[in-house]
């Protein structure tokens, strides 16, 4: 496939996860800061003509967005046929509302940047709560690449008698896909947000975990404080060890370390955002992602 595969700083590995499988070649960009602070970019790679898939993971996306933006404009500058972006993780997705008065709706915001900065975007279960899907607020062909069908298989590997088990209302999506496919019972929590880490989760169904291994799945653990109450639930009705595992390793601050204090015997997390807790891979499922938007 003649397409070329550029690394903004920081995704490299995950470039070159999807390099290899496209058979694609690795371009070269190159990013520094100057003396002021103020961005410099350079793309060493021949681009003119050719597709060009620009890999950025958007965690902690403040120093990402400009190199993102710039190193976008520049293979179009330079003849680029086409630039892609692929995000693995897909930030600003749960500001989906005017929560209170005043605050802007960043998901709709940064949508407009990248939309008039790359024709297309693969990305890996944004968080689609308020938003159906990720054409309400991109104007650019996108595809969702989705961790469940990786996420049943280590589950269905690793857990004996598996009870899923979805913090929240959104949760349902990735659980009820898991415990679909490895045919295992699910249940649904209720969570109520006031603050970044206050946070109440309600739990009134959990006998039935009795006999098994109950596995909380979510799409994103930023504080892990959704899955902490939810630990804490478990924990007051002696259940078996919970594993928890989430599409992306956000973990701000202690969070992985505090959700082992809290009672999960493992964490575990797909490759969307480079962790310790990485085990479960993605790469296949975004590469198909990807060929479907150069076909
Ligand atoms: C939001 O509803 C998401 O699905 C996650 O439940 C949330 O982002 C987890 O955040 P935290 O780890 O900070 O509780």
């Not at 397409?3 to 290899?20: D, F, I, M, N």
């Not at 990248?114 to 991109?138: K, M, Q």
């Not at 799945?217 to 928890?244: A, F, K, N």
């Not at 989430?246 to 809290?262: I, N, P, Q, T, W």
């Amino acid at each position: 496939m003649s397409c070329v595969v550029l690394s903004v700083p920081g995704s490299e590995a995950s470039a070159e996860r999807l390099r290899s499988r496209l058979d694609a070649e690795a371009g070269q960009a190159f990013v520094r800061h100057f003396p002021d602070g103020e961005i410099y970019v350079r793309i060493d790679s021949p681009v003119s003509g050719r597709d060009v898939v620009l890999v950025c993971g958007l965690d902690r996306p403040a120093d990402k967005i400009l190199p993102l933006l710039f190193l976008a404009a520049t293979a179009k500058d330079l003849g680029a046929r086409r630039v892609g972006l692929v995000a693995p993780y897909l930030s600003f997705m749960r500001q989906d509302s005017r929560f209170h008065p005043g605050e802007g709706i960043t998901s709709t915001y940064f949508a407009g940047l990248v939309s008039g900065a790359v024709d297309w975007l693969v990305t890996v279960d944004p968080h689609l709560h308020r938003w159906a899907s990720l054409d309400a607020i991109y104007k650019i062909p996108t595809e969702t690449v989705h961790a469940a069908p990786a996420i049943a298989t280590w589950v269905g590997e690793h857990v004996p008698s598996p009870v899923l088990i979805g913090p929240d209302a959104e949760s349902e999506q990735w659980v009820a896909a898991v415990a679909g496919r490895i045919d295992a019972p699910y249940m649904v929590l209720e969570k109520t947000r006031r603050g970044d880490r206050d946070v109440s989760v309600t739990a009134p169904d959990l006998d039935r975990c009795n006999g098994h291994t109950p596995v909380l799945v979510d799409d994103i653990i930023s504080t892990g404080r959704t899955m902490i109450e939810t630990l804490v639930h478990l924990r007051d009705r002696g259940t078996r060890e919970p594993i928890c595992v989430a599409v992306h390793a956000v973990f701000s601050d202690r969070a992985h370390d505090e959700l082992l204090a809290a009672g999960a015997a493992r964490v575990v997390t797909c490759n969307t955002i480079e962790h310790p807790s990485n085990r479960i891979c993605v790469a296949d499922a975004v590469a198909v992602g990807v060929r479907a938007r150069l076909s």
